[in-house]
C-alpha cells in the first residue's frame, strides 16, 4: 500500500489543540502541543482507515488542497 498525504487542520482550544481532516469525516483527535496532536491524529487516520476496512467500505481519497490568504489586519 503506498502513503498519501491528507490535510490537517489544527486549531488551538482552551485546553491544548484539536485536529481534523476535511477529507476524512468523523475523524479527529486532540492533543496537549501540537507535535502532540500531529502525532495523535496520524495514530486516529491509521485506526480509522483500519476500521473502514474491516468494514468493507472505501477509504476516502485525498481531495482537499490548503493555502493561506494574507490580508491586512
Given at each position: 500500500?503506498?502513503?498519501k498525504?491528507y490535510?490537517v487542520v ?14 476524512v469525516p468523523?475523524?479527529a ?11 495523535n491524529?496520524?495514530?486516529a487516520?491509521?485506526f480509522?482507515?483500519e476500521g473502514?476496512?474491516?468494514a ?7 481531495s482537499s488542497?490548503?493555502d ?5 489586519a
Amino acid at each position: 500500500m503506498s502513503a498519501k498525504r491528507y490535510p490537517v487542520v489544527i486549531e488551538r482550544t482552551s485546553t491544548g489543540y484539536s485536529a481534523y481532516s476535511p477529507d476524512v469525516p468523523g475523524c479527529a483527535s486532540t492533543g496537549k502541543t501540537e507535535e502532540e496532536v500531529r502525532r495523535n491524529f496520524q495514530e486516529a487516520l491509521e485506526f480509522h482507515f483500519e476500521g473502514l476496512h474491516l468494514a468493507g467500505e472505501p477509504i476516502p481519497e485525498p481531495s482537499s488542497s490548503v493555502d493561506y490568504v494574507e490580508v491586512a489586519a
